[in-house]
Nanobody
Framework: EVQLQASGGGSVQAGSSLRLSCVASGSTFDEYDIAWFRQAPGKEREGVACISSTDGATRYADSVQGRFTMSSDNAKNTMFLNMSILQPEDTAVYYC?????????????????????RGQGTLVTVSS
């Protein structure tokens, strides 16, 4: 049983950077595909970034490409979402999710309901 805990959200100005953390307990991260999702008020949830456990390949949504990156601290079993040049449209609750399956390289990469393990969200608010 894997438990995920996301943290690091906050309120920032446009153009700022923020790093979200997703800590896993119960297993090691490198066994899972990990993904970040977000849901803005009144909008559908969207996939933001994911990393494959198979080869470490990452994928990013077009909306964050070039601004967001994923990194990890394996010793702390923590995955990070490094966000830069934040914009008001990045305001959302951010979630991390994990699964044994190779979702990141598949058409299911951005379907959070497919991931077996999902953490609670952390709120990011970006003001202009």
């Amino acid at each position: 049983e894997v438990q995920l805990q996301a943290s690091g959200g906050g309120s920032v100005q446009a153009g700022s950077s923020l790093r979200l953390s997703c800590v896993a307990s119960g297993s090691t991260f490198d066994e899972y595909d990990i993904a970040w999702f977000r849901q803005a008020p009144g909008k559908e949830r969207e996939g933001v970034a994911c990393i494959s456990s198979t080869d470490g390949a990452t994928r990013y949504a077009d909306s964050v490409q070039g601004r967001f990156t994923m990194s990890s601290d394996n010793a702390k079993n923590t995955m990070f979402l490094n966000m830069s040049i934040l914009q008001p449209e990045d305001t959302a609750v951010y979630y991390c999710a994990a699964d044994w399956a190779s979702f990141c390289a598949s058409d299911q990469a951005w379907e959070m309901e497919e991931y077996e393990y999902r953490g609670q969200g952390t709120l990011v608010t970006v003001s202009s």
